[in-house]
């Protein structure tokens, strides 16, 4: 099972913005990011597509769950600064038998990278990146996750850690 773990795409500068930020939408180079996560994902087959409530979160999610036919599913426990309570939704989805998409914010993923590596058997590598519209595929069972695999955004695998577990894996 995998749990793609999409951080939100590009928004454009928060300084630029006037209004709530909970509000902020994706730039037009951010609904690209999020049309191009359709043919993406879609391979992976995913039953649920989970978002942090912020706007940009759901817009980057959207046209993902349009083409699957499902509804984009929020909780606050995926927003900004969410940490132990996005881990603990994480971990429980390692349990499951089938992909789920999780769409959050850098720092989320920051604190899940650190909360998810363990030594030998999950590493994210030197700097875990997570640009604006990437995914991390996240590959466990029981509860657990045995191997990463970022995907940068439009360009695929870039670096597979650990086991191959993704069909979009490099050999």
């Known amino acids: 099972m995998e749990v793609l773990l999409v951080r939100h795409a590009h928004a454009g500068a928060k300084d630029r913005w006037s209004g709530d930020d909970r509000l902020r939408p994706l730039s037009a180079r951010g609904r690209g990011e999020a049309l191009a996560l359709v043919e993406l994902l879609a391979p992976y087959r995913p039953r649920q597509v989970l978002s942090s409530p912020l706007l940009r979160c759901v817009q980057t999610v959207q046209p993902l769950a349009a083409h699957l036919g499902l509804p984009v599913e929020t909780s606050e426990a995926l927003g900004p600064r969410a940490d132990r309570d996005a881990a603990r939704l994480v971990r429980s989805l390692a349990s499951g038998t089938r992909a789920v998409v999780v ?3 850098g720092e989320t993923i920051e604190a899940l990278q650190r909360r998810l590596a363990r030594p030998g058997h999950l590493a994210f590598g030197p700097g875990s990146e ?8 996240l590959g466990g069972s029981g509860g657990r996750f045995a191997d ?3 995907l940068r955004p439009g360009q695929g695998p870039r670096r597979v850690l650990n086991a191959q577990r993704s069909p979009h894996a490099e050999s």
Request: charged residues 15%; glycine residues 8%.
């Open 103 to 105: 769409c959050t914010h």
């Open 148 to 150: 990463a695999i970022y």
């Open 130 to 137: 997570h640009e604006k519209g990437s995914v991390w595929v």
